[in-house]
């Protein structure tokens, strides 16, 4: 019986609360092209994997799932596809740092600088050799700001819409930004995105805004911020979200607020904090972001072929 299973080898980590999935062995053969055309055809071809790693009964929600491949750059540690319940993403902030810990565990970096390849672009992190990582982003902008919009039961919210590896619509808010809260942040959120869609509001090129991040003041006076993030699948991020805070960044210094070198402390809904900062080469915005992750755990999964869920609930 044993022998029909499909195993595939992950370890869990958490960074800030939010968990990251890593897929070391028995994924799919992607090729050596490209990380974008390897994240094209393991959507359209092996969608199921990313179905079984990170939806129920083995996963959940909020899961994000990382697969390690080998780089197309011979400058990287590693290249990484970043999947979740619904889909793929361009960039995982959170998820970069737990990909950083994990090699770490595996002893496959040391101590020091390094570089992975991603869909969207090369991100480069420092690795303290424990749980420390600070990733430097792929260049992040603000759009558009002071879009309104007409949001069903809410009325007309207004935000700015920016990138920092993925799309963001960032919004002020006047909501308590606490986890007993969660429900009723959820379904404001999602109103906000429903109604983006609906008006035909979307990032660069039509790209669906996909992320929306409600921004309020911090519980703890050291932090500069809170917020919620709203991911795609419509579960909310633990952490402060990577690339959120990216976008965030880029707001703050097309606004004139934010400094080269100076430092952004984030909030998330739990609590935990990302530091920020950016450096301006060129005319283009470089988040540097901070925080820490933990391994939770080492395990095989394991995929009975006569399990009608054995590829997820989708």
């Known amino acids: 019986m044993a022998s029909c299973y499909e195993r595939i080898q992950v370890i869990d980590s958490h960074t800030g609360g939010e968990p990251t999935r890593v897929v070391i062995a028995g994924g799919p053969e992607l090729g050596n092209g490209p990380m974008t055309q390897r994240r094209e055809l393991l959507a359209n071809s092996y969608d199921a994997f990313r179905s079984a790693v990170v939806n129920e009964p083995r996963g959940s929600d909020v899961m994000v799932g990382a697969i ?116 009723r942040l959820t379904d404001i959120a999602w109103r906000i995105r429903t109604a983006l869609e609906a008006n035909g509001i979307t990032g660069k090129a039509g790209e ?27 579960a909310y991020d633990r952490s402060p979200c990577g690339t959120g805070t990216s976008a965030k960044l880029a707001c703050l210094h097309a606004s004139g607020k934010l400094k080269p070198g100076e430092t952004w402390r984030q909030e998330s809904i739990i609590g935990s904090v990302f530091e920020g900062s950016i450096v301006v080469n060129e005319n283009a915005v470089i988040p540097r972001i901070s925080g820490t992750a933990y391994v939770t755990g080492e395990g095989t999964l394991l995929i009975d072929p006569a399990d009608p869920f054995g590829r997820g609930i989708r």
């Not at 991100?123 to 879009?147: C, K, M, Q, W």
């Not at 669906?208 to 419509?234: Q, S, T, Y």
Request: proline content about 6%.
């Open 68 to 183: 390690l491949t080998p780089p197309s750059n011979p400058s990287c540690v590693a290249g990484v596809i970043f999947f979740n319940n619904v889909g793929y993403l361009g960039m995982c902030g959170h998820g970069t740092i737990g990909v950083g810990v994990v090699l770490g565990h595996l002893g496959r970096i040391a101590a020091g600088t390094h570089r992975i390849e991603t869909p969207v672009g090369i991100v480069s992190f420092d690795y303290d050799g424990e749980n420390a990582v600070s990733i430097t982003n792929v260049p992040s902008y603000r759009l558009a700001t002071a879009v309104a919009v007409e949001v069903d039961g809410i009325g007309t919210v207004t935000g700015d819409i920016a990138w920092g590896g993925n799309w963001f619509f960032l919004t002020e808010t006047r909501e308590k930004l606490v986890v007993q809260n969660a429900e």
């Open 208 to 234: 669906i805004i996909d992320h929306i991040e409600l921004v309020g003041p911090p519980l703890d006076p050291r932090n500069h911020a809170r917020n919620f993030m709203l991911c795609p699948g419509k």
